[in-house]
């Protein structure tokens, strides 16, 4: 079962950022957070993923709390083709498998 | 660099056949997974090669098989098949060390009739 939650939905304008919220409340101290997204019938794409540092690439920014038991996934001017499905995901190591649950869908609205 | 290959894209196949897909990962990377993706069931993970020996494997019957090859191309093998087996099912290699991510195919898009 995936060690996530995340809201089943949200709505952000085009231009503006788009914040997406992960709780992993039971993570443990060698997990990793990962970020993934699908786009409607395409393959998952990496986003980011992070241990207890913020992160930020090209594409987003991810926010991980002290405590490291939620995250935030910061896409800072999102456009139309930012909507997808969004999933977070805790990993313990590059080898283990990804455990999807249900993720966010995302709809950026013009 | 090239990104992961699947093939064929899409296959129609009825029930009790079998069927074959493959996958061709990113120049370099060692370990290929396999994920199927349903809408009841979402992305599920079925099996995992690395250096041509399964590393993981999910929870699936045995109807289901993989192998991979020394070049690390990989094919998943599903027998019998059921109306159930319509999915996506999708590739991801990586490199096979720790820390890093998986990139994805396309997917196969199997339709069971």
């Known amino acids: 079962d995936a060690k996530t939650t995340q809201p089943t939905s949200m709505d952000c304008a085009e231009g503006r950022a788009a914040n997406l919220p992960c709780n992993h409340s039971t993570i443990s101290g060698n997990e990793y957070v990962y970020w993934y997204r699908q786009i409607h019938s395409q393959g998952p794409q990496y986003i980011i993923h992070?241990?207890?540092n913020n992160e930020t690439n090209e594409m987003a920014s991810l926010i991980i709390t002290e405590d490291r038991k939620s995250s935030t996934l910061i896409l800072p001017h999102a456009t139309l083709r930012d909507t997808a499905v969004y999933y977070c995901?805790?990993?313990?190591?590059?080898?283990?498998?990804?455990?999807f649950g249900k993720g966010t869908r995302l709809s950026v609205i013009a | 660099k090239a990104g992961v290959t699947q093939t064929p894209r899409y296959l129609i196949k009825t029930r009790g056949q079998q069927v074959t897909l493959s996958c061709s990962p990113i120049s370099g990377h060692r370990s290929v997974s396999w994920y199927q993706q349903t809408p009841g069931q979402g992305l599920q993970f079925l099996f995992e090669y690395f250096s041509e020996t399964q590393r993981n494997k999910g929870n699936f019957p045995g109807r289901f098989s993989g192998r991979q090859f020394s070049n690390s191309r990989s094919e998943m093998n599903v027998s019998t098949l059921e109306l159930g087996d319509s999915a996506l099912y999708l590739c991801a290699s990586q490199t096979g060390t720790r820390d890093n991510e998986q990139f994805f195919g396309p997917g196969t898009r199997l339709t069971v009739l």
């Open positions: 992070g241990l207890k």
């Open positions: 995901i805790v990993r313990n190591s590059g080898n283990t498998p990804l455990v």
